[in-house]
């Protein structure tokens, strides 16, 4: 089989196993022709991933997560061909992980209080210099002997609605959708299937989603029937991947896996300078810009623009 694309895929810059130059050669083994590197709310992983793919001859499509909680379950918005060099943006990002930093803390708080005493410090030695979250939270209960792995930790504790899980004080799905397209990207509703919150896309498409993760390991063919009529129906893009994250994660995906072939990555390049030509202003309903993110240009973000000022101050919701 030729090879195919993975548009979505973790390294240890946030919760993945690899690192960059490591995903990507992993990437040449598996056959994949162009791989987008998602990190949660960082591009940390971006440089390296693109040096060593040249090596391979791969594409790498630039991209990031962004995990949001609503009551009950949570939303996560994929985000490709960002303006991720813009300044902005990655103060942007910088607060995000910042926000992680904290959520550690309150989630670690949470486990003593249950009985299993755990210290932040030792969560930040398994992630060390990348995007911390629940499941370097869920390594290190492993290590303490609490769980078995990493997948009893979510099931038992971390789960959206588990007895340890904290939500994030951050973005709502709609703010993260805006914030994607105001970097010149194109936002993508990740693995809706998990999410089960379907009944959210209206509000989301109105804030500029432009597409859905529709081939994912966990969805089933008629999610996977579903969610591509969807797509048609509402002119989104309808693309997937295989959100690998290696072993030791708690999650069993295949790099590469499913098969996806290069017309969906080519529907995502098209999708991509249509939102560019358009500019960023023009969300179906213009989204309230979260603070600090530039207001909308008549052109897309070119080289010499001004970097607008950073900072997005947090949301709570709870
Ligand atoms: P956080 O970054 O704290 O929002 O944690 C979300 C991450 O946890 C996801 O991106 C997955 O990598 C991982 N995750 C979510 N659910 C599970 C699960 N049931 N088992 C293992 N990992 C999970
Ligand atoms: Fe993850
Ligand atoms: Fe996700
Ligand atoms: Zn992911």
């Given at each position: 089989?030729?090879?195919?694309?993975?548009?979505?895929?973790?390294t240890?810059?946030?919760?993945g196993?690899?690192?960059?130059?490591?995903?990507v050669?992993?990437?040449?083994?598996?056959?994949?022709r162009?791989?987008?590197?998602?990190?949660?709310?960082?591009?940390?992983?971006?440089?390296?991933?693109?040096?060593?793919?040249?090596?391979?001859?791969?594409?790498?499509?630039?991209?990031?997560?962004?995990?949001?909680?609503?009551p009950?379950?949570?939303?996560?918005v994929?985000?490709?061909?960002?303006?991720?060099?813009?300044?902005?943006?990655?103060?942007?990002?910088?607060?995000?992980?910042?926000?992680?930093?904290a959520?550690?803390?309150r989630?670690?708080?949470?486990?003593t209080e249950l009985?299993?005493?755990?210290?932040a410090d030792?969560?930040?030695?398994?992630c060390?210099?990348?995007s911390?979250?629940?499941?370097?939270v869920a390594?290190?209960?492993?290590?303490?002997?609490?769980v078995?792995?990493?997948?009893?930790?979510?099931d038992k504790?971390l789960?959206?609605?588990?007895?340890?899980?904290?939500?994030r004080?951050?973005?709502?799905p709609?703010?993260?959708v805006?914030?994607i397209?105001?970097?010149?990207?194109?936002?993508?509703?990740?693995?809706?299937?998990?999410?089960n919150?379907?009944e959210m896309v209206?509000?989301?498409?109105?804030?500029?989603?432009?597409?859905i993760?529709?081939?994912?390991p966990?969805h089933s063919?008629?999610?996977?029937?579903a969610?591509?009529q969807?797509?048609?129906?509402?002119?989104l893009?309808?693309?997937?991947?295989s959100?690998?994250?290696?072993v030791?994660?708690?999650?069993?995906?295949?790099?590469?896996?499913?098969?996806i072939?290069l017309?969906?990555?080519?529907?995502?390049?098209r999708?991509?300078g249509?939102?560019?030509?358009q500019?960023?202003?023009?969300?179906?309903?213009?989204?309230?810009?979260?603070?600090?993110a530039?207001?909308?240009?008549?052109?897309?973000?070119?080289?010499?623009e001004?970097?607008?000022?950073?900072?997005?101050p947090?949301?709570?919701?709870?």
């Open positions: 089989m030729a090879g195919g694309v993975d548009l979505h895929s973790h240890t810059a946030s919760d196993a690899l690192g960059p130059r490591e995903l050669r992993l990437a040449a083994r598996h056959r994949v162009v791989l987008a590197v998602t990190d949660h709310d960082s591009t940390e992983g971006l440089p390296e991933a693109i040096d060593e793919a040249s090596r391979h001859g791969i594409e790498i499509v630039p991209g990031l997560e962004l995990n949001t909680d609503v009950g379950a949570e939303i996560h994929l985000g490709y061909y960002v303006d991720w060099q813009a300044e902005w943006f990655q103060a942007f990002l910088r607060e995000q992980r910042a926000e992680r930093v959520r550690v803390h989630i670690v708080e949470r486990l009985g299993m005493p755990l210290t030792e969560v930040f030695a398994i060390k210099e990348g911390p979250g629940r499941p370097h390594q290190a209960m492993v290590k303490r002997g609490y078995k792995s990493v997948r009893e930790a979510f504790w789960r959206a609605d588990g007895p340890a899980n904290v939500p004080r951050r973005l709502t709609v703010e993260a805006a914030v397209r105001r970097a010149g990207g194109v936002p993508v509703l990740a693995h809706p299937g998990l999410a919150r379907d209206p509000e989301l498409v109105e804030a500029g989603l432009a597409g993760e529709t081939y994912y966990e063919v008629a999610q996977i029937t969610y591509r969807m797509c048609a129906r509402l002119d893009v309808a693309t997937g991947g959100d690998y994250h290696g030791h994660t708690g999650r069993a995906s295949t790099l590469g896996s499913p098969h072939p017309e969906v990555w080519e529907d995502l390049k999708k991509a249509e939102l560019r030509n500019g960023q202003g023009t969300a179906k309903r213009a989204p309230q810009p979260p603070d600090g530039p207001e909308p240009t008549q052109h897309a973000h070119g080289p010499g001004s970097d607008p000022p950073p900072s997005m947090g949301h709570p919701r709870h």
